[in-house]
């Protein structure tokens, strides 16, 4: 599979007029070459490809490596382009200019100073927001993890618990089921803190008639999961309620609404709308989703600004929610597979407002 995305990156050089690709960033070489060392690039032209690492992975990168000839740098990795003449005067090689940092960019530019390092990205973005069955599996799997941890969460919160102790359990859990590591530090938002959608977990202790946003996910062989949950601790405020009611419907009407080839702003209009009949427009501060694999937060973006469309076979969250400064929030979050027809809701975990 690996060597299809290398054949795919040669494919695509001529038609961003460049002689070669750098790839720097390190989730986007697993990808094309299935190494998973922290510290590497991939020089692609149109006849070959070559991953230079360090000596720390000496052993590790033929054993992983497939389409793509090794090559152990003796100084920094940089250096080995010029020194094994992988790079010709005049050439034209194409940068990941979302990842690759201005110092390195300096180094490049002084190391082969007669190369120009036009911008390439999205191209890796976008190759990989469509997914193939061997990479819907680890999605599913590290979604599955993810759906496991959050019934040991139901079992661990309770009151005088700090968010920062449940976010120890969440992090503990999700690495005992096998997840590579954790996709973000988990968010762990209590009462009035709800309110912050992207909120730290802090030394604040959950109250009775808190509500709880729980926000997490995991990295599986490369591939991340992404869950948003609420939960009440004693019977929450009827506001609460309400809003949750509110998010959960607009959910809803999003995930039925689903079509491959369909606007995502299109997309956006249809949770947000239903928000703002129920008066919480403005309280609805974010888009409504992304695209996820091997990011986090893939390129695609589920916003009434974007102009991009959904394809099948791409993983996207669908996440509404509103957020009351001082009072609360709720934003309910799952992980959905793009299908012919549709879509596929893969998180499990009930959506409801569970109160403990």
């Keep these: 599979m690996t060597r299809n995305r290398l054949q795919a990156v040669r494919r695509a050089l001529a038609a961003h007029h460049v002689d070669a690709f750098l790839v720097s960033e390190n989730s986007h070489i697993r990808y094309l070459t299935g190494f998973t060392g922290s510290n590497a690039v991939c020089f692609v032209t149109p006849r070959r490809a070559v991953l230079i690492t360090d000596g720390r992975y000496r052993s590790q990168a033929p054993a992983e490596v497939d389409g793509a000839t090794v090559v152990i740098a003796r100084q920094s990795l940089f250096a080995e382009l010029s020194e094994r003449h992988l790079v ?22 002084r190391l082969l100073p007669r190369c120009s390092f036009p911008a390439m990205s999205p191209l890796i973005e976008r190759m990989s927001a469509v997914k193939d069955a061997s990479e819907i599996r680890r999605i599913k799997r590290a979604v599955e993890i993810t759906d496991a941890v959050f019934a040991k969460v139901l079992i661990a919160i309770e009151p005088g618990l700090r968010e920062l102790d449940l976010a120890a359990e969440i992090s503990y859990w999700h690495r005992k089921y096998g997840a590579d590591s954790e996709a973000f530090d988990p968010i762990v938002a209590s009462g009035p803190r709800a309110a912050l959608p992207h909120a730290r977990a802090t030394t604040k202790k959950i109250r009775v008639g808190e509500v709880v946003v729980l926000d997490f996910g995991c990295r ?137």
């Design 88 to 109: 010709r005067p005049g050439m034209r090689v194409g940068v990941e200019e979302e990842h690759l940092s201005a110092a390195s960019l300096r180094t490049l530019r």
């Design 220 to 356: 599986y062989q490369g591939y991340n999961s992404d869950m948003t949950r609420v939960v009440a601790l004693g019977r929450p405020s009827a506001e609460m309620q309400k809003i949750h009611g509110i998010v959960r419907e607009a959910q809803q009407r999003a995930i039925d609404a689903i079509r491959p080839g369909m606007e995502a702003r299109a997309l956006d209009a249809v949770a947000r709308t239903h928000i703002e009949k129920a008066g919480y427009g403005k309280f609805f501060v974010h888009s409504l989703g992304h695209g996820l694999g091997i990011h986090i937060h893939d390129s695609l973006r589920i916003s009434s600004l974007s102009s991009e469309l959904l394809h099948e076979h791409a993983v996207v969250t669908i996440e509404p929610g509103i957020y009351l400064p001082g009072k609360g929030g709720v934003r309910i979050e799952d992980d959905v597979l793009i299908t012919r027809g549709g879509c596929s809701v893969l998180t499990r975990s009930p959506r409801d407002l569970i109160v403990l």
